[in-house]
């Protein structure tokens, strides 16, 4: 008979983390999202730098709207939310060959939250 594991759920990395996979889906470690106040925002608009090859997040609170270029943000329960940006990876020429992790950086655009990190500058977390 099946027994349904109810054991402690591993915490995949401590501190302040974002990572980009090799689809494409940008991930909040779960301390980040809750310092930088991301737990309720629904969509995002994406940037990108191309001098430096820095990624800009500008979190919204209003639903995706594909024709306005945003992005959904899937909220996760015991971890930081998710970003599906496979089409803007591609535009961009982005191309992980695995799960890479970055140092973010919290900035202000009026009250929203607007994260940057380099995909230039991978950390080892």
Known sequence: MFEQYTGPIQKYS???IVSLDTKCAIAFSGSFAEEAGLKN???????FDKETGEVGIKFLECDPEPKNHTFR???RKNTGPTISAAAFCKY???KPDKVTRYKPRLEKDG????VIFSTREPCDA
């Not at 009250?111 to 607007?114: G, I, K, T």
């Open 41 to 47: 925002y629904k969509s995002c608009l994406l940037y």
């Open 111 to 114: 009250s929203l939250p607007f």
């Open 73 to 75: 943000v899937r909220q």
């Open 92 to 94: 961009y020429g982005i």
């Open 14 to 16: 401590k501190g302040s």
